[in-house]
């Protein structure tokens, strides 16, 4: 699916929710009362390509 201006996403990637705004580069992890940000390395077009993204970030957290 496309992703439209003004609107966001969440997903829910490995068990960790992410909310991203469409058309920024940065994506939020929640995290109870203080999210984490991350930089994505593009702007995703696609929810479909917003998760590869996302996928990466989720599992760089679980190898740390």
């Given at each position: 699916?496309?992703l439209?201006?003004?609107?966001?996403?969440?997903?829910?990637?490995?068990?960790?929710?992410?909310?991203?705004?469409h058309?920024?580069?940065?994506?939020?992890?929640?995290?109870?009362?203080?999210?984490?940000?991350?930089e994505?390395?593009?702007?995703?077009?696609?929810?479909?390509?917003?998760?590869?993204?996302?996928?990466?970030?989720?599992?760089?957290?679980?190898?740390?």
């Amino acid at each position: 699916m496309e992703l439209l201006p003004n609107c966001y996403t969440d997903l829910c990637i490995n068990g960790k929710w992410f909310h991203y705004d469409h058309g920024e580069k940065s994506v939020f992890m929640l995290n109870g009362s203080s999210p984490l940000s991350f930089e994505l390395e593009s702007l995703p077009t696609t929810e479909n390509e917003l998760e590869l993204h996302l996928t990466s970030i989720s599992e760089s957290l679980a190898s740390s």
